[in-house]
């Protein structure tokens, strides 16, 4: 018996991000990529929604190195951890900060990019 395979065109909940093909993670990725730039598209001039979707993108930007944080300290070790990608990764936020404070941007920005 073969075994059915799951693809995102079939918008069954139930198997949601477990599809058996890369095309339907590619499908779902550009549907969120089109949806998110119509709504950014017809509301770019309010202010809120803006101001929103840049925290977001700042939080959760500043969120990736959490899994790593807990590994090391669930693990009580740094072991593996790369030293070039910690300072590329140290750098990378400083220059993010000095921009944003001295850009003056909105201070959820300068907070999550610190």
Known sequence: EKKK???????????????????SYVEFIMCIAAM???????LVDYSPFVETIGFMAVF???MLGV????RNFKNKSTYGMS????????????FKTSYFYLRNTPPQFFICGS
């Open 67 to 70: 899994p790593q944080f807990y």
């Open 36 to 42: 998110g730039s119509m709504l950014m598209y017809f």
């Open 60 to 62: 959760t930007e500043a």
């Open 5 to 23: 395979g799951h693809y995102f065109t079939d918008f069954d909940p139930e198997h949601f991000w477990q599809w058996t093909d890369f095309t």
């Open 83 to 94: 030293i070039p990608m910690v300072l590329m990764w140290t750098c990378g936020d400083i």
